[in-house]
């Protein structure tokens, strides 16, 4: 039953992450909400408010998944300006993720949403991203998603490329935790609670136990964030607690 990265072979991985998205695809933004008790929400707002979206931006949205970060993103500038939002003839937003099934729940919303013109979907691989010319993007975001990705490194120089000089990295992940009361909780939390969650609320235990171990296999935050400079990024935390106790939000400028 475990096929935490660690028992998981290199190759295998993808095909394996494939699986578990491909399996909670229709369940996703429900799960989201029932695990995190509500708390993606700040988390990825918080990241909006990083961004602080402007008209003219580019913003690729990679690992973009069911278009949660962009619809967040799409909202904020439609508040910021409904005329020129409205009057924007082109996309605002690439998201691209490498599960299709993921991407067609967030084309099914963003056509609720009436964002289906503001957005381009491609099905792609983050540690590829063979659509991308250089220097294209002003933002370039992966929220939950790098962790998923075979190899990292790959990952990080992809963005580096495609990001137009001086343009920001923008990665919210899960990571660890230093303050030991907490460690306790959430290590109860995580490997006791959230695969019931998942078996109760979307019929599956496997890609939900997964999710817990995927986290724990995760860099560091300070490795990651040398991974990240090594990269080519010169990198800056905002906020130095945030990053201790929820997620690891790095903002990073070429
Ligand atoms: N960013 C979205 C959000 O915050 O709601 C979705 C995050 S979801 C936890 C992770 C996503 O990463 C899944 O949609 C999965 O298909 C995608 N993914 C996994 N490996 C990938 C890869 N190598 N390239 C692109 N996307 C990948």
């Given at each position: 039953?475990?096929?935490?990265f660690?028992?998981?072979k290199?190759?295998?991985?993808q095909?394996?992450?494939n699986e578990v998205?491909?399996?909670?695809?229709?369940?996703y933004?429900?799960?989201?909400d029932?695990?995190?008790f509500?708390m993606?929400?700040?988390?990825?707002n918080h990241?909006?408010q990083?961004?602080?979206?402007h008209?003219g931006m580019?913003?690729?949205d990679v690992?973009g998944g069911?278009?949660?970060?962009?619809?967040r993103y799409?909202?904020?500038?439609k508040?910021?300006d409904?005329?020129?939002?409205?009057a924007?003839?082109?996309?605002?937003?690439t998201?691209?993720?490498i599960n299709?099934?993921m991407?067609?729940?967030?084309?099914?919303?963003?056509?609720d949403?009436?964002?289906?013109e503001?957005?381009?979907w491609?099905?792609?691989n983050?540690?590829?991203?063979?659509?991308?010319n250089?220097?294209?993007?002003?933002v370039?975001?992966?929220?939950?998603?790098?962790r998923?990705?075979t190899?990292i490194?790959?990952?990080?120089?992809?963005?580096?490329r495609?990001?137009k000089?001086?343009?920001?990295?923008?990665c919210?992940?899960?990571?660890?935790?230093n303050n030991?009361?907490?460690?306790k909780i959430y290590d109860?939390y995580?490997?006791?609670?959230?695969p019931?969650m998942g078996?109760?609320?979307?019929?599956?235990w496997?890609s939900?136990?997964y999710?817990?171990?995927?986290?724990?296999?995760?860099?560091?935050?300070?490795?990651f964030?040398?991974?990240?400079?090594?990269?080519g990024?010169?990198?800056?935390y905002?906020?130095?607690?945030?990053?201790?106790?929820?997620?690891?939000?790095h903002?990073?400028?070429?």
């Amino acid at each position: 039953t475990n096929f935490g990265f660690s028992k998981v072979k290199y190759e295998e991985k993808q095909t394996k992450v494939n699986e578990v998205f491909n399996n909670v695809a229709e369940k996703y933004d429900l799960m989201n909400d029932a695990m995190s008790f509500g708390m993606h929400r700040l988390w990825k707002n918080h990241l909006i408010q990083e961004i602080n979206p402007h008209p003219g931006m580019k913003l690729i949205d990679v690992a973009g998944g069911t278009g949660d970060i962009t619809f967040r993103y799409l909202s904020y500038l439609k508040n910021l300006d409904l005329i020129k939002f409205e009057a924007s003839q082109s996309p605002l937003v690439t998201v691209c993720d490498i599960n299709e099934n993921m991407l067609n729940v967030g084309k099914d919303r963003s056509i609720d949403l009436k964002f289906q013109e503001k957005i381009v979907w491609k099905v792609g691989n983050a540690e590829h991203l063979v659509e991308e010319n250089d220097n294209t993007y002003d933002v370039y975001t992966i929220a939950f998603g790098i962790r998923n990705c075979t190899n990292i490194e790959n990952v990080v120089k992809e963005a580096y490329r495609v990001l137009k000089p001086g343009g920001r990295f923008m990665c919210l992940e899960f990571s660890r935790t230093n303050n030991p009361l907490f460690k306790k909780i959430y290590d109860f939390y995580s490997f006791q609670m959230i695969p019931v969650m998942g078996y109760m609320i979307a019929g599956d235990w496997n890609s939900y136990q997964y999710l817990v171990e995927s986290i724990r296999v995760f860099p560091s935050q300070d490795e990651f964030a040398s991974l990240i400079s090594d990269c080519g990024f010169r990198l800056f935390y905002n906020d130095r607690e945030a990053k201790k106790y929820t997620a690891n939000n790095h903002i990073i400028e070429i």
